[in-house]
């Protein structure tokens, strides 16, 4: 059965800290892995992985995929209250079934 | 532009009532999705469409509707719900298999 598992469940830090999210899965036929973000409502969109090794990045945000050994991470550097947030990892296997994972919790404090 | 708009931002609803959620994209995205999500759970598929047909129901029970009027538009009809199907109801839509987008959300409250 595909599943997909994230890590820590929740993570409380200081601004200005780094943190590093896991999301690790088992899949039958892999599309692509998608990282989300999650304030009040509904999911933002922050990076699509396809291709292992490749890091992605988009300001103080940068995610890499490894297909041999079945995860992702999404690093956060400089943390800010902003970004606290569920932070959300889901796995298309190109069948319109995304399956997500239950999401890490992280509290940023000033 | 990559925005799914979703109406209304809220519902109260009785037990006995009938209301739809609706759902809005422009992006010519062939796939449009339902997905309810519970606090503190991740969302939770519950239906969708490609190119204006239903290919996916996850056993959702009959007072759940849905209803794809055309490629840009998907609506969900609630019909008798009970107060366990409070939630947030989201909308998404994807290029084929790629990237979901998310609408805002739907807080329905059923009482």
């Known amino acids: 059965e595909d599943k997909v598992v994230q890590s820590p469940l929740s993570l409380v830090v200081h601004e200005g800290d780094t943190v590093t999210l896991n999301c690790s899965y088992e899949?039958?036929?892999?599309?692509?892995l998608l990282w989300y973000k999650q304030e009040k409502k509904a999911p933002t969109f922050l990076f699509m992985l396809?291709?292992?090794?490749i890091e992605k990045k988009s300001g103080r945000l940068s995610s890499i995929l490894d297909k041999k050994e079945l995860f992702s991470i999404l690093n956060i550097t400089a943390t800010q209250t902003g970004d606290s947030a569920v932070y959300l990892c889901?796995?298309?296997?190109?069948?319109?079934?995304?399956?997500f994972g239950t999401g890490t919790r992280l509290k940023v404090l000033a | 532009d990559t925005e799914v708009t979703q109406t209304p931002k809220h519902l109260v609803m009785g037990m006995t009532n009938k209301k739809s959620l609706k759902c809005e994209q422009h992006?010519?995205?062939?796939?449009m999705y339902w997905y309810k999500q519970k606090a503190k759970k991740p969302p939770e598929l519950m239906f969708v469409?490609?190119?204006?047909?239903?290919?996916i129901n996850e056993s959702v029970p009959s007072r759940f509707s849905p209803e794809c009027p055309n490629s840009s538009l998907l609506n969900l009809h609630l019909h008798a719900l009970q107060p366990e199907d409070s939630a947030l109801y989201l909308c998404?839509?994807?290029?084929?298999?790629?990237?979901?987008?998310f609408g805002p959300g739907t807080r329905l409250l059923v009482l």
């Open positions: 998404a839509s994807s290029l084929d298999v790629g990237t979901q987008y």
């Open positions: 899949v039958t036929n892999f599309r692509s």
């Open positions: 396809t291709s292992s090794g």
């Open positions: 889901a796995l298309s296997s190109g069948t319109y079934k995304y399956i």
């Open positions: 992006m010519g995205h062939r796939a």
């Open positions: 469409y490609s190119y204006e047909k239903l290919s």
